[in-house]
Protein backbone atom coordinates (compact mmCIF):
# COMPACT_ATOMS: atom_id res chain seq x y z
CA UNK A 1 0.00 0.00 0.00
CA UNK A 2 1.51 3.24 -0.92
CA UNK A 3 2.08 6.01 1.57
CA UNK A 4 -0.25 8.75 -0.44
CA UNK A 5 -3.05 10.32 1.63
CA UNK A 6 -6.24 8.27 2.71
CA UNK A 7 -9.96 9.82 2.83
CA UNK A 8 -10.90 9.30 6.40
CA UNK A 9 -14.55 9.27 8.36
CA UNK A 10 -14.55 9.10 12.37
CA UNK A 11 -18.19 8.03 12.92
CA UNK A 12 -19.28 8.93 16.80
CA UNK A 13 -22.69 9.51 18.38
CA UNK A 14 -22.15 12.99 19.91
CA UNK A 15 -18.50 14.97 21.19
CA UNK A 16 -19.86 14.73 24.86
CA UNK A 17 -16.80 14.28 27.81
CA UNK A 18 -16.41 9.92 27.44
CA UNK A 19 -13.49 7.67 26.09
CA UNK A 20 -15.07 6.63 23.32
CA UNK A 21 -15.28 10.44 21.97
CA UNK A 22 -12.06 11.67 22.95
CA UNK A 23 -10.21 8.35 21.01
CA UNK A 24 -12.59 9.76 18.09
CA UNK A 25 -11.16 13.05 18.09
CA UNK A 26 -7.68 12.17 18.88
CA UNK A 27 -7.72 9.70 15.58
CA UNK A 28 -9.12 12.41 13.79
CA UNK A 29 -6.84 14.93 14.63
CA UNK A 30 -3.58 12.54 14.49
CA UNK A 31 -4.54 11.46 11.24
CA UNK A 32 -5.54 14.85 9.99
CA UNK A 33 -1.88 15.80 11.28
CA UNK A 34 -0.50 13.53 9.22
CA UNK A 35 -1.71 14.83 5.98
CA UNK A 36 -4.96 12.85 5.41
CA UNK A 37 -8.05 14.52 4.82
CA UNK A 38 -10.43 13.18 7.87
CA UNK A 39 -14.55 13.83 8.36
CA UNK A 40 -15.84 13.65 12.24
CA UNK A 41 -19.04 12.33 11.60
CA UNK A 42 -21.31 13.02 15.28
CA UNK A 43 -24.37 11.31 14.46
CA UNK A 44 -26.90 12.89 17.48
CA UNK A 45 -25.15 15.78 18.20
CA UNK A 46 -22.04 17.91 19.29
CA UNK A 47 -20.64 18.63 22.72
CA UNK A 48 -17.67 19.67 24.86
CA UNK A 49 -15.05 18.56 22.99
CA UNK A 50 -16.05 20.25 19.70
CA UNK A 51 -13.12 23.01 20.82
CA UNK A 52 -10.47 20.22 21.16
CA UNK A 53 -11.49 19.41 17.13
CA UNK A 54 -8.12 20.90 14.75
CA UNK A 55 -10.50 22.33 12.40
CA UNK A 56 -6.98 23.83 11.67
CA UNK A 57 -5.16 21.23 10.51
CA UNK A 58 -8.35 20.11 8.20
CA UNK A 59 -10.44 17.80 9.88
CA UNK A 60 -13.82 18.50 8.92
CA UNK A 61 -16.55 18.07 12.03
CA UNK A 62 -20.14 17.40 10.32
CA UNK A 63 -23.25 16.95 12.54
CA UNK A 64 -25.68 15.57 11.53
CA UNK A 65 -28.20 16.52 14.84
CA UNK A 66 -30.19 12.88 14.07
CA UNK A 67 -31.64 11.38 17.33
CA UNK A 68 -32.89 7.70 16.87
CA UNK A 69 -36.38 7.44 18.83
CA UNK A 70 -37.12 5.01 20.85
CA UNK A 71 -37.80 1.04 19.86
CA UNK A 72 -41.03 0.89 21.79
CA UNK A 73 -42.44 3.70 19.55
CA UNK A 74 -41.93 1.15 16.66
CA UNK A 75 -43.37 3.29 13.71
CA UNK A 76 -41.28 6.27 15.23
CA UNK A 77 -38.40 4.34 15.59
CA UNK A 78 -38.01 3.09 11.86
CA UNK A 79 -38.78 6.59 10.68
CA UNK A 80 -35.78 8.19 12.75
CA UNK A 81 -33.60 5.24 11.33
CA UNK A 82 -34.53 5.61 7.23
CA UNK A 83 -33.25 9.54 8.25
CA UNK A 84 -30.56 8.44 9.67
CA UNK A 85 -29.55 6.06 6.92
CA UNK A 86 -30.63 8.37 4.76
CA UNK A 87 -28.54 11.04 6.09
CA UNK A 88 -24.96 9.15 6.53
CA UNK A 89 -25.58 7.26 2.88
CA UNK A 90 -25.30 11.06 2.00
CA UNK A 91 -22.55 11.89 3.57
CA UNK A 92 -20.59 8.82 2.35
CA UNK A 93 -21.94 9.64 -1.43
CA UNK A 94 -20.08 13.63 -1.05
CA UNK A 95 -16.70 12.69 0.96
CA UNK A 96 -16.31 9.37 -0.72
CA UNK A 97 -14.07 7.79 2.00
CA UNK A 98 -11.82 4.73 1.85
CA UNK A 99 -12.32 4.14 5.49
CA UNK A 100 -14.74 4.52 8.18
CA UNK A 101 -13.99 4.18 11.54
CA UNK A 102 -16.35 3.80 14.20
CA UNK A 103 -16.29 3.58 17.41
CA UNK A 104 -19.87 2.50 18.95
CA UNK A 105 -21.72 -0.66 18.42
CA UNK A 106 -24.85 1.31 17.15
CA UNK A 107 -23.01 2.87 14.95
CA UNK A 108 -21.04 -0.09 13.41
CA UNK A 109 -23.75 -1.55 12.28
CA UNK A 110 -25.66 1.79 10.48
CA UNK A 111 -22.14 2.45 8.95
CA UNK A 112 -21.87 -1.05 7.72
CA UNK A 113 -25.45 -0.85 6.15
CA UNK A 114 -24.66 2.06 4.91
CA UNK A 115 -21.73 1.19 3.16
CA UNK A 116 -23.59 -2.28 1.74
CA UNK A 117 -26.26 0.21 0.17
CA UNK A 118 -23.71 2.62 -1.33
CA UNK A 119 -20.88 0.18 -2.55
CA UNK A 120 -18.59 3.30 -1.10
CA UNK A 121 -15.51 2.30 0.47
CA UNK A 122 -14.67 -0.39 4.01
CA UNK A 123 -16.34 -0.65 7.10
CA UNK A 124 -13.63 -0.50 9.86
CA UNK A 125 -15.24 -0.56 13.29
CA UNK A 126 -13.24 0.37 16.62
CA UNK A 127 -15.20 -2.22 19.05
CA UNK A 128 -13.95 -0.74 22.16
CA UNK A 129 -17.54 -0.24 23.63
CA UNK A 130 -18.88 -3.25 22.42
CA UNK A 131 -18.53 -4.17 25.73
CA UNK A 132 -21.04 -2.51 27.13
CA UNK A 133 -23.13 -5.18 25.88
CA UNK A 134 -21.52 -8.43 26.27
CA UNK A 135 -19.48 -8.12 29.39
CA UNK A 136 -23.07 -8.33 31.64
CA UNK A 137 -23.84 -10.98 33.77
CA UNK A 138 -25.53 -13.58 31.05
CA UNK A 139 -26.85 -12.40 27.40
CA UNK A 140 -30.76 -10.96 27.58
CA UNK A 141 -32.56 -11.38 24.67
CA UNK A 142 -31.99 -7.94 23.01
CA UNK A 143 -27.91 -8.67 23.49
CA UNK A 144 -28.13 -11.71 21.31
CA UNK A 145 -30.16 -10.07 18.71
CA UNK A 146 -27.20 -7.51 18.51
CA UNK A 147 -24.81 -10.39 18.17
CA UNK A 148 -26.89 -12.20 15.83
CA UNK A 149 -26.54 -8.59 13.68
CA UNK A 150 -23.17 -7.87 14.99
CA UNK A 151 -22.40 -11.12 13.24
CA UNK A 152 -22.80 -10.24 9.80
CA UNK A 153 -21.66 -7.04 9.95
CA UNK A 154 -18.05 -8.58 10.98
CA UNK A 155 -17.74 -10.71 8.49
CA UNK A 156 -18.03 -8.27 6.10
CA UNK A 157 -15.95 -5.41 7.63
CA UNK A 158 -12.05 -5.31 6.55
CA UNK A 159 -10.99 -5.43 10.13
CA UNK A 160 -12.18 -5.39 13.68
CA UNK A 161 -10.46 -3.43 16.11
CA UNK A 162 -10.64 -4.49 19.43
CA UNK A 163 -8.91 -2.45 22.43
CA UNK A 164 -7.65 -4.82 24.48
CA UNK A 165 -7.13 -8.89 23.75
CA UNK A 166 -9.37 -9.61 26.25
CA UNK A 167 -12.09 -7.72 24.52
CA UNK A 168 -11.12 -9.75 21.22
CA UNK A 169 -11.25 -12.92 23.10
CA UNK A 170 -15.02 -12.44 23.89
CA UNK A 171 -15.65 -10.90 20.27
CA UNK A 172 -14.52 -13.83 18.70
CA UNK A 173 -16.02 -16.11 21.56
CA UNK A 174 -19.48 -14.82 20.71
CA UNK A 175 -19.28 -14.21 16.78
CA UNK A 176 -17.13 -17.22 15.70
CA UNK A 177 -14.81 -14.42 13.99
CA UNK A 178 -11.47 -15.60 12.96
CA UNK A 179 -8.76 -14.70 14.85
CA UNK A 180 -7.00 -13.48 11.75
CA UNK A 181 -9.97 -10.47 11.30
CA UNK A 182 -9.51 -9.08 14.86
CA UNK A 183 -6.29 -7.09 16.17
CA UNK A 184 -5.50 -5.26 19.23
CA UNK A 185 -4.80 -1.61 19.36
CA UNK A 186 -4.67 -0.35 22.68
CA UNK A 187 -6.68 3.13 22.71
CA UNK A 188 -4.98 6.15 24.19
CA UNK A 189 -5.76 9.62 24.11
CA UNK A 190 -4.01 12.63 23.54
CA UNK A 191 -2.05 13.33 26.98
CA UNK A 192 -0.17 16.27 25.32
CA UNK A 193 -2.68 19.04 27.38
CA UNK A 194 -1.31 17.00 30.94
CA UNK A 195 2.58 17.84 30.10
CA UNK A 196 1.85 21.50 31.78
CA UNK A 197 -1.15 21.38 34.45
CA UNK A 198 -1.86 24.51 36.51
CA UNK A 199 -0.62 24.07 40.43
CA UNK A 200 -2.63 22.05 42.32
CA UNK A 201 -4.23 25.14 44.91
CA UNK A 202 -4.25 27.42 42.02
CA UNK A 203 -6.72 24.60 39.99
CA UNK A 204 -8.83 23.76 43.03
CA UNK A 205 -9.48 27.52 43.89
CA UNK A 206 -10.50 27.52 40.02
CA UNK A 207 -13.26 24.46 41.01
CA UNK A 208 -14.24 26.49 44.29
CA UNK A 209 -12.70 23.65 46.22
CA UNK A 210 -11.07 24.15 49.71
CA UNK A 211 -7.18 24.33 48.85
CA UNK A 212 -6.19 22.40 51.82
CA UNK A 213 -7.93 19.78 51.51
CA UNK A 214 -7.29 16.55 49.81
CA UNK A 215 -9.32 15.58 46.80
CA UNK A 216 -10.63 12.39 45.01
CA UNK A 217 -11.64 12.28 41.84
CA UNK A 218 -13.84 10.37 39.38
CA UNK A 219 -14.19 11.16 35.60
CA UNK A 220 -16.71 9.56 32.93
CA UNK A 221 -20.04 9.32 31.45
CA UNK A 222 -22.59 9.60 34.40
CA UNK A 223 -23.19 5.61 33.01
CA UNK A 224 -24.59 2.68 34.71
CA UNK A 225 -21.35 0.94 33.37
CA UNK A 226 -19.22 3.36 35.62
CA UNK A 227 -20.84 3.03 39.15
CA UNK A 228 -20.57 6.08 40.32
CA UNK A 229 -22.83 5.05 42.73
CA UNK A 230 -20.76 2.82 44.25
CA UNK A 231 -17.97 5.40 44.94
CA UNK A 232 -20.71 7.95 46.44
CA UNK A 233 -21.47 4.79 48.74
CA UNK A 234 -18.10 4.10 49.03
CA UNK A 235 -16.54 8.24 50.51
CA UNK A 236 -18.77 7.46 53.78
CA UNK A 237 -16.59 4.85 55.47
CA UNK A 238 -13.62 7.20 53.96
CA UNK A 239 -14.94 10.18 55.46
CA UNK A 240 -15.53 8.94 58.89
CA UNK A 241 -11.77 8.15 58.90
CA UNK A 242 -10.73 11.88 57.21
CA UNK A 243 -13.46 13.57 57.31
CA UNK A 244 -11.44 16.51 55.48
CA UNK A 245 -12.02 14.70 51.76
CA UNK A 246 -13.38 16.85 49.08
CA UNK A 247 -14.85 14.33 46.31
CA UNK A 248 -15.87 15.29 42.27
CA UNK A 249 -16.64 13.77 39.37
CA UNK A 250 -16.03 15.28 35.90
CA UNK A 251 -18.87 14.31 33.46
CA UNK A 252 -22.42 14.29 32.77
CA UNK A 253 -25.07 11.71 32.12
CA UNK A 254 -28.33 9.88 32.69
CA UNK A 255 -27.19 8.47 35.77
CA UNK A 256 -26.74 11.78 37.71
CA UNK A 257 -29.97 11.40 39.34
CA UNK A 258 -28.76 8.01 40.64
CA UNK A 259 -25.83 9.60 42.29
CA UNK A 260 -27.40 12.71 44.11
CA UNK A 261 -29.70 10.16 45.15
CA UNK A 262 -26.80 7.98 46.56
CA UNK A 263 -25.15 11.08 48.24
CA UNK A 264 -28.73 11.93 50.21
CA UNK A 265 -28.67 8.49 51.22
CA UNK A 266 -25.11 8.16 52.65
CA UNK A 267 -25.39 11.98 53.91
CA UNK A 268 -22.12 13.01 52.31
CA UNK A 269 -23.45 15.71 49.98
CA UNK A 270 -21.24 18.41 51.41
CA UNK A 271 -17.97 16.44 50.42
CA UNK A 272 -19.06 16.11 46.97
CA UNK A 273 -19.21 18.60 43.64
CA UNK A 274 -20.37 16.92 40.27
CA UNK A 275 -18.76 19.53 38.10
CA UNK A 276 -20.71 18.65 35.17
CA UNK A 277 -19.65 17.82 31.22
CA UNK A 278 -15.82 20.42 31.25
CA UNK A 279 -14.11 20.93 28.12
CA UNK A 280 -10.84 21.48 30.52
CA UNK A 281 -10.62 18.25 32.17
CA UNK A 282 -6.63 18.06 32.15
CA UNK A 283 -7.46 21.30 35.00
CA UNK A 284 -9.72 19.85 36.33
CA UNK A 285 -8.01 16.42 37.24
CA UNK A 286 -4.69 18.68 38.16
CA UNK A 287 -6.96 19.30 41.74
CA UNK A 288 -6.98 15.75 42.76
CA UNK A 289 -4.66 13.80 44.56
CA UNK A 290 -6.30 10.52 44.06
CA UNK A 291 -8.25 8.99 41.17
CA UNK A 292 -10.76 6.04 41.34
CA UNK A 293 -12.59 4.77 38.95
CA UNK A 294 -15.13 2.56 39.63
CA UNK A 295 -16.36 0.86 36.70
CA UNK A 296 -18.11 -2.43 36.64
CA UNK A 297 -17.13 -3.04 32.94
CA UNK A 298 -14.58 -1.11 30.45
CA UNK A 299 -13.42 -1.69 27.41
CA UNK A 300 -10.48 0.39 27.45
CA UNK A 301 -9.75 3.11 30.44
CA UNK A 302 -8.96 6.44 28.70
CA UNK A 303 -9.97 7.81 31.89
CA UNK A 304 -7.47 6.12 33.76
CA UNK A 305 -4.75 6.83 31.43
CA UNK A 306 -5.37 10.36 31.57
CA UNK A 307 -4.66 10.00 35.12
CA UNK A 308 -1.75 8.26 35.29
CA UNK A 309 -0.46 11.20 32.77
CA UNK A 310 -1.09 13.84 35.34
CA UNK A 311 0.29 12.21 37.92
CA UNK A 312 -2.93 11.09 40.29
CA UNK A 313 -2.64 8.19 42.70
CA UNK A 314 -4.92 5.35 41.31
CA UNK A 315 -7.50 3.00 42.84
CA UNK A 316 -9.71 1.01 40.34
CA UNK A 317 -11.52 -1.66 39.72
CA UNK A 318 -9.26 -4.58 37.45
CA UNK A 319 -12.20 -5.12 34.45
CA UNK A 320 -12.06 -5.78 31.20
CA UNK A 321 -8.71 -4.40 29.82
CA UNK A 322 -7.26 -2.41 32.74
CA UNK A 323 -4.87 -5.07 33.89
CA UNK A 324 -3.26 -5.22 30.32
CA UNK A 325 -2.59 -0.97 31.20
CA UNK A 326 -1.38 -1.14 34.38
CA UNK A 327 0.11 -3.80 37.45
CA UNK A 328 -1.40 -4.13 40.84
CA UNK A 329 0.81 -2.59 43.36
CA UNK A 330 3.36 -0.96 40.98
CA UNK A 331 1.27 1.61 39.05
CA UNK A 332 -2.11 1.58 40.87
CA UNK A 333 -4.30 -0.46 43.62
CA UNK A 334 -6.62 -2.98 41.99
CA UNK A 335 -9.91 -3.68 43.53
CA UNK A 336 -12.85 -6.25 42.04
CA UNK A 337 -15.61 -4.85 40.40
CA UNK A 338 -18.32 -4.41 43.11
CA UNK A 339 -16.06 -4.37 45.80
CA UNK A 340 -17.17 -1.16 47.53
CA UNK A 341 -15.57 -1.58 50.84
CA UNK A 342 -12.14 -2.52 49.45
CA UNK A 343 -12.56 0.69 47.33
CA UNK A 344 -12.71 2.49 50.30
CA UNK A 345 -9.67 0.76 52.05
CA UNK A 346 -7.52 1.83 49.02
CA UNK A 347 -8.51 5.21 48.98
CA UNK A 348 -8.03 5.05 52.99
CA UNK A 349 -4.54 3.36 52.70
CA UNK A 350 -3.09 5.96 49.65
CA UNK A 351 -4.39 8.86 52.24
CA UNK A 352 -2.52 7.63 55.07
CA UNK A 353 0.35 6.60 53.26
CA UNK A 354 1.77 9.32 51.03
CA UNK A 355 4.98 8.23 50.35
CA UNK A 356 3.41 4.80 49.09
CA UNK A 357 0.59 6.83 47.07
CA UNK A 358 3.51 9.15 45.50
CA UNK A 359 5.71 6.03 44.07
CA UNK A 360 2.63 4.47 42.43
CA UNK A 361 2.02 8.06 40.85
CA UNK A 362 5.40 8.21 39.47
CA UNK A 363 5.32 4.75 38.39
CA UNK A 364 1.88 5.11 36.10
CA UNK A 365 3.07 8.61 35.06
CA UNK A 366 6.30 7.14 33.62
CA UNK A 367 4.73 4.06 32.16
CA UNK A 368 1.81 6.70 30.55
CA UNK A 369 4.37 9.29 28.98
CA UNK A 370 6.41 6.47 27.68
CA UNK A 371 4.16 4.00 26.32
CA UNK A 372 0.86 5.77 25.58
CA UNK A 373 2.61 7.86 22.99
CA UNK A 374 0.10 9.84 20.78
CA UNK A 375 2.97 10.01 18.04
CA UNK A 376 2.90 6.15 17.78
CA UNK A 377 -0.30 4.96 18.15
CA UNK A 378 -1.34 7.51 15.35
CA UNK A 379 0.97 5.42 13.32
CA UNK A 380 -0.26 2.04 14.52
CA UNK A 381 -3.66 3.37 13.64
CA UNK A 382 -2.95 4.58 10.47
CA UNK A 383 -1.32 1.37 9.57
CA UNK A 384 -3.97 -0.76 9.73
CA UNK A 385 -6.33 1.52 8.42
CA UNK A 386 -3.90 1.10 5.15
CA UNK A 387 -4.36 -2.59 5.87
CA UNK A 388 -7.38 -3.12 5.62
CA UNK A 389 -8.31 -0.76 2.39
CA UNK A 390 -5.27 -3.43 0.93
CA UNK A 391 -6.74 -6.29 1.45
CA UNK A 392 -10.40 -5.06 0.43
CA UNK A 393 -8.42 -4.42 -2.87
CA UNK A 394 -6.75 -7.87 -3.06
Not at 164 to 176: C, D, M, Y
Not at 290 to 300: K, L
Request: with cysteine; net charge neutral.
Amino acid sequence: MSSEALRVIQMIPDLRVGGAERVAVTLANGLAERGHKVMLLAIKGGGAQEMHVREDLGVELRILGIQRDSIKRPLRFVKSMNKLRGSICDVLEEFKPDVINTHIPEDDLLASDCVQRTGIGVHVPLVQSLMFHIHRQGLDFRTRMRLKMMRKMFYRSGLTLAVSSGVAKQITALTGLPEDRMEVLHNVTDIRPYADLPKKAEARLSLGLDVDRPVVAGLGRLHPAKNFPMFVRASKAILKKHPNVQFMIIGEGDQRGKIEAAMKEADVGASWTLLGQRNDVPQCLAAADIFVQSSDYEGFPVAVVEAMAGGLQIVATDVASLGEVVQDGTHALLIKAGAQDDLSARVIELLENPEKGQALAAAAKDLAWSYYNIDAYIKRAEGFLRGAIANKND
